[in-house]
């Protein structure tokens, strides 16, 4: 097979992407996480430089090598992410990969918490996150914003309620329940979700391996950008 340079409809934009989970620390040695691998993320910056885009990956903690090109960020909290993002900007396509953590602990315990002698449960007091792609999309410079909407039922009328509710210009569904399918697989299937004309439109990418979902979305991305 002869590798046709990819056409670069992303020259001179600026990208900035998040991927991964975030950890929110609830002690020194202890967090609340996700399952996320961070690959839909990073397959999503590959194929953005690979289009000729400059492009910033705000990433939470993952195992995976950083795409050749890609100026990566390494951030462990929401709060944190949101710092970076914003450190980035403006920027003309921000795509909200990561698994961002809702909620994180009101305090984190300066020491190790220690059990009680009571044969007691444990109640932690938890408290919002800052919506990452919200945040984003709600700024007079907003750039083309980017969700994701991972859900186990009701894929279509959950995501189209994040489009709407988070002002994004595209949200990228994906059924998490699915089998083979989203957190920490190589390959995905997904529904794009837009509105135009007050409309909501979608496309069904099929299952295929990650790196050829994020070329069809950056595509999709592409046309729209200009
Ligand atoms: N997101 C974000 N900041 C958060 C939570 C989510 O930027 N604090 C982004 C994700 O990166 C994703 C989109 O919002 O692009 C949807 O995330 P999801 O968890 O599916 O939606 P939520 O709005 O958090 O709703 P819920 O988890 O209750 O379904
Ligand atoms: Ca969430």
Avoid at 48 to 75: F, H, K, M, Q
Avoid at 120 to 127: C, F, K, N, P
Avoid at 132 to 150: K, L, S, Y
Avoid at 158 to 186: T, W, Y
Wanted: glycine share 6%; charged share 25%; hydrophobic share 40%.
């Amino acid at each position: 097979v002869r590798m046709m340079p990819v056409h670069q409809d992303l020259a001179g934009k600026r990208v900035v992407i998040t991927a991964g989970p975030t950890r929110e620390a609830l002690d020194p040695v202890r967090y609340l996480s996700n399952h996320s691998s961070g690959k839909m993320g990073y397959a999503l910056a590959a194929a953005c430089v690979e289009r000729g885009a400059s492009v910033s990956l705000v990433s939470g903690p993952v195992t995976l090598p950083i795409p050749p090109g890609v100026n990566r960020i390494d951030v462990t909290s929401a709060t944190e992410m949101l710092a970076a993002v914003e450190s980035q900007l403006p920027c003309d396509l921000f795509i909200g990969c990561a698994a961002v953590a809702d909620y994180r602990a009101a305090a984190v315990s300066e020491h190790k918490l220690k059990k009680t002698d009571a044969d007691s449960g444990l109640t932690l007091e938890l408290v919002r996150n800052p919506d990452i792609v919200a945040t984003i999309a709600a700024r007079p410079d907003r750039p083309f914003t980017v969700g994701f909407a991972a859900e186990t039922q009701s894929l279509e009328t959950h995501a189209g309620s994040k489009l709407e509710r988070k002002r994004l210009d595209l949200i990228v569904a994906n059924d998490v329940s699915r089998e083979g399918v989203g957190f920490g697989s190589d390959d995905n299937a997904v529904t794009l979700l837009w509105k135009t004309h007050d409309q909501i439109r979608h496309l069904e990418l099929p299952l295929q391996s990650k790196a050829a979902l994020a070329g069809a979305i950056v595509d999709h991305i592409a046309d729209r950008l200009t």
